[in-house]
Structures are given as structure tokens and as C-alpha cells.
């Protein structure tokens, strides 16, 4: 590590640990759903499919936080998108009623969105051409709340609320640790203009992709539950996918430079779906695990494939952003409410027919996306 980078880090060490510390608490707050889906539907005497809306909840406030960030822009700080996970978590732990539960899901969903934008953003204009190795850093954080949040759910007796309660302690502790991260400097205005060339199948891709994830993340839980696994073991799957999921992305750090980006999508889908497969035929506890590893490879390799095929446009992030917020809202919504006629295993036989459809349309128009 270069003299440049360590002063760098030393002179931003607020916003390193910030946005460290608040990927972790976004991994754990997306993780903890799927685990916390039957105890929320035993304490407020509900079906599973309406618990499901909690996913859905946290996905649409995820849109409002990012929708949110086009006006806002450079104005909002770390603390302020930390707030809207306080409040998130704090009324998520309430277990007031379930109305006031979605609201909070809704809140935590709508700082993790900002949080994606002010974080990620932010580094990168810090640390300039080192930014992509310090934003790798920072994503992969993620995964660490994510493999422990199921763990911690578990040893705190499958309970929600002190479950939320801590992360709403945690996220008191980052707000007050970020008053030290320092103002962005001030955009240029003159800029060229650059023409936004949109190109729908492959946000639709990326849409069906997210969409999945979130499904497997939010859902897989109960999936596994309906073949026979206790909650307990399921909440440790998650982790153990988690686990894989991590692998993934820390893999790609070694290989994305062999392989066309859109080509590794194309095998991490269809790895998903010969997952799904074994899920659904031979073992669900192992091959959700497999199922993580590929998923792990969906977002970063299908923004790039579609960044480069959309150009440079400052509009083309959150629209593939966008595109696939609204997989992951939309998806999980509609599993979660069929989820209970789709049989002990529907949810990996649907998953493996989905992958084989996109495996199928990315072999046949892949070539436009790997030049």
C-alpha cells in the first residue's frame, strides 16, 4: 500500500469505519427477515404469506431511500441515512403491531437504500483511483452481518425484538462515530452531456436476478421449513449461505478480469438453476448453500455488463439500480403469497425453471453483452 493511500485512509478513517460498520448492520437487517417470518407471523397470529410482506416492505423503503438520494444528492450524510435505520429498528423491535413493524422494515429498508448511495458514492470520490479496492472492502462487510445475524437471532431464543433492539444500538453507536466524516467536495456543473441509451432486456435480466436473490435471502428460510428443516436449522443455512455468498464475491476480485462480466452472470444463473434442481431433488440443505456461492456473482457482474452496454450516462447507475429494486420488491411479494400452494419443494422447482429460461436468452444474446 502505497504512502498516498494510508494518509488517505488515516485522513478518512470516520468514513471507513462508517461505512464498514454500516454494511454490517445492512447485511444483518436484510438477513434477519426470512429467520424472523415465523415468530412475527406466531406473535401477531398471521399467515406466512402476510409476514412475507415484511421483505417486500423493506425492499420498497430501499427504492424510497435511493428515489430519495436523485434529490437530496450530495446534501445527505452518514448520519443522516443512519437515523432512518435507528428509527427502522427501533420500531421493528417495538412489536407494537405489525402495521408498526412494516413501518419500521420500511424506515431500516429506506436508510440501507441511502446508506448504498451516500457510502459507496463518497469512497469513491475519496479515494479516487484506489476507490474500486476500498469499495470492495467496504461491500463485502456486508456478508459479515449477514453470516451472523441468522447465529444471533438463534442464540437470542428466535426472538425479534432483542434481535432489532441491538441493531438499533448498533446503529446509535455508528450515528454517533460519523460526525467526523467529512463534507464532499462539490460536483463539476460542466460537464459534458452524455446521451442515455436504455436497454431493457438486460434490466429486466438484472430485475429477475435481484428479484431472485432477495427471494432466496427473505424467503429460503420458509422454503426450507416447508422440507422439513426446524427454524433453528434453517437460520444456520442462511449463515452457512451467507458464507458462500461472501466466497463469491471475494472470488470475483481474482477472476472478474478472466472472463466477460455478462459471461459470469450467465454461469452464476445457471448455477442457480442446476441448485435449484438439486434442491428440489437430492438435498435442499446443501444445495441452498451452492445456490448462495452463484447468487453471489448476480449484482456486481450484471451492473457492470449493463453499465458498459448503457454508457456513461449519470443516469444509467440508478436506473440498473432501480430496474433491480423493483425485481426485489415485486418477486418476493408474489412468492410469499403463493408460496403455501406451491408444494414442499415449489420453491426450488420455480427457481430452477426461471434460471433454465434466463440461462437459455443469455446463451442466445449473450454476444451483444460480452464484446
Same mark, same amino acid.
Given at each position: 500500500?502505497?504512502?498516498?493511500?494510508?494518509?488517505?485512509?488515516?485522513?478518512?478513517?470516520?468514513?471507513?469505519?462508517?461505512?464498514?460498520?454500516?454494511?454490517?448492520?445492512?447485511?444483518?437487517?436484510?438477513?434477519?427477515?426470512?429467520?424472523?417470518?415465523?415468530?412475527?407471523?406466531?406473535?401477531?397470529?398471521?399467515?406466512?404469506?402476510?409476514?412475507?410482506?415484511?421483505?417486500?416492505?423493506?425492499?420498497?423503503?430501499?427504492?424510497?431511500?435511493?428515489?430519495?438520494? !436523485? +434529490?437530496?444528492?450530495?446534501?445527505?450524510?452518514?448520519?443522516?441515512?443512519?437515523?432512518?435505520?435507528?428509527?427502522?429498528?427501533?420500531?421493528?423491535?417495538?412489536?407494537?403491531?405489525?402495521?408498526?413493524?412494516?413501518?419500521?422494515?420500511?424506515?431500516?429498508?429506506?436508510?440501507?437504500?441511502?446508506?448504498?448511495?451516500?457510502?459507496?458514492?463518497?469512497?469513491?470520490?475519496?479515494? &479516487?483511483?484506489?476507490?474500486?479496492?476500498?469499495?470492495?472492502?467496504?461491500?463485502?462487510?456486508?456478508?459479515?452481518?449477514?453470516?451472523?445475524?441468522?447465529?444471533?437471532?438463534?442464540?437470542?431464543?428466535?426472538?425479534?425484538?432483542?434481535?432489532?433492539?441491538?441493531?438499533?444500538?448498533?446503529?446509535?453507536?455508528?450515528?454517533?462515530?460519523?460526525?467526523?466524516?467529512?463534507?464532499?467536495?462539490?460536483?463539476?456543473?460542466?460537464?459534458?452531456?452524455?446521451?442515455?441509451?436504455?436497454?431493457?432486456?438486460?434490466?429486466?435480466?438484472?430485475?429477475?436476478?435481484?428479484?431472485?436473490?432477495?427471494?432466496?435471502?427473505?424467503?429460503?428460510?420458509?422454503?426450507?421449513?416447508?422440507?422439513?428443516?426446524?427454524?433453528?436449522?434453517?437460520?444456520?443455512?442462511?449463515?452457512?449461505?451467507?458464507?458462500?455468498?461472501?466466497?463469491?464475491?471475494?472470488?470475483?476480485?481474482?477472476?472478474?478480469?478472466?472472463?466477460?462480466?455478462?459471461?459470469?452472470?450467465?454461469?452464476?444463473?445457471?448455477?442457480?438453476?442446476?441448485?435449484?434442481?438439486?434442491?428440489?431433488?437430492?438435498?435442499?440443505?446443501?444445495?441452498?448453500?451452492?445456490?448462495?456461492?452463484?447468487?453471489?456473482?448476480?449484482?456486481?457482474?450484471?451492473?457492470?455488463?449493463?453499465?458498459?452496454?448503457?454508457?456513461?450516462?449519470?443516469?444509467?447507475?440508478?436506473?440498473?439500480?432501480?430496474? &433491480?429494486?423493483?425485481? &426485489?420488491?415485486?418477486?418476493?411479494?408474489?412468492?410469499?403469497?403463493?408460496?403455501?400452494?406451491?408444494?414442499? !419443494?415449489?420453491?426450488? +422447482?420455480?427457481?430452477?425453471?426461471?434460471?433454465?429460461?434466463?440461462?437459455?436468452?443469455?446463451?442466445?444474446?449473450?454476444?451483444?453483452?460480452n464484446r
Amino acid at each position: 500500500m502505497g504512502f498516498p493511500m494510508r494518509e488517505l485512509i488515516k485522513s478518512n478513517a470516520a468514513l471507513i469505519f462508517s461505512g464498514i460498520a454500516s454494511f454490517i448492520l445492512m447485511g444483518a437487517g436484510q438477513s434477519i427477515y426470512g429467520p424472523a417470518l415465523p415468530a412475527f407471523s406466531r406473535l401477531f397470529d398471521i399467515g406466512l404469506g402476510t409476514a412475507g410482506f415484511l421483505v417486500t416492505a423493506h425492499w420498497v423503503g430501499c427504492a424510497f431511500g435511493v428515489g430519495t438520494m !436523485f +434529490w437530496v444528492g450530495p446534501r445527505a450524510t452518514p448520519r443522516h441515512v443512519i437515523v432512518a435505520m435507528i428509527l427502522g429498528a427501533s420500531l421493528v423491535a417495538s412489536s407494537f403491531n405489525f402495521a408498526i413493524v412494516i413501518l419500521g422494515a420500511v424506515l431500516f429498508g429506506a436508510g440501507y437504500g441511502a446508506a448504498t448511495v451516500v457510502y459507496n458514492g463518497r469512497v469513491l470520490q475519496v479515494f &479516487g483511483a484506489g476507490g474500486t479496492g476500498m469499495l470492495s472492502l467496504m461491500n463485502a462487510c456486508f456478508g459479515i452481518g449477514a453470516i451472523g445475524a441468522p447465529l444471533l437471532f438463534v442464540a437470542l431464543g428466535n426472538a425479534p425484538a432483542p434481535t432489532f433492539s441491538l441493531f438499533a444500538v448498533a446503529a446509535v453507536a455508528i450515528w454517533f462515530f460519523s460526525g467526523r466524516v467529512n463534507q464532499p467536495q462539490a460536483a463539476a456543473t460542466n460537464a459534458p452531456k452524455i446521451p442515455l441509451t436504455l436497454d431493457l432486456p438486460i434490466l429486466t435480466f438484472h430485475a429477475l436476478a435481484i428479484g431472485t436473490e432477495a427471494s432466496m435471502i427473505g424467503l429460503g428460510p420458509a422454503a426450507l421449513m416447508a422440507t422439513g428443516a426446524s427454524e433453528v436449522w434453517a437460520a444456520q443455512l442462511l449463515s452457512i449461505f451467507f458464507i458462500g455468498f461472501l466466497l463469491a464475491r471475494v472470488s470475483l476480485f481474482f477472476v472478474a478480469h478472466l472472463l466477460p462480466p455478462f459471461r459470469i452472470s450467465t454461469l452464476a444463473v445457471a448455477g442457480v438453476g442446476l441448485s435449484s434442481l438439486g434442491a428440489a431433488t437430492l438435498s435442499p440443505d446443501i444445495f441452498f448453500v451452492i445456490m448462495g456461492f452463484c447468487a453471489g456473482a448476480f449484482f456486481p457482474t450484471i451492473y457492470v455488463a449493463a453499465t458498459r452496454r448503457m454508457g456513461d450516462n449519470a443516469r444509467v447507475s440508478p436506473i440498473i439500480i432501480a430496474a &433491480g429494486l423493483i425485481g &426485489g420488491i415485486l418477486i418476493p411479494l408474489v412468492l410469499s403469497q403463493v408460496m403455501g400452494q406451491m408444494g414442499q !419443494f415449489g420453491f426450488f +422447482w420455480l427457481f430452477a425453471g426461471l434460471m433454465a429460461a434466463m440461462t437459455l436468452w443469455a446463451i442466445t444474446y449473450g454476444r451483444r453483452y460480452n464484446r
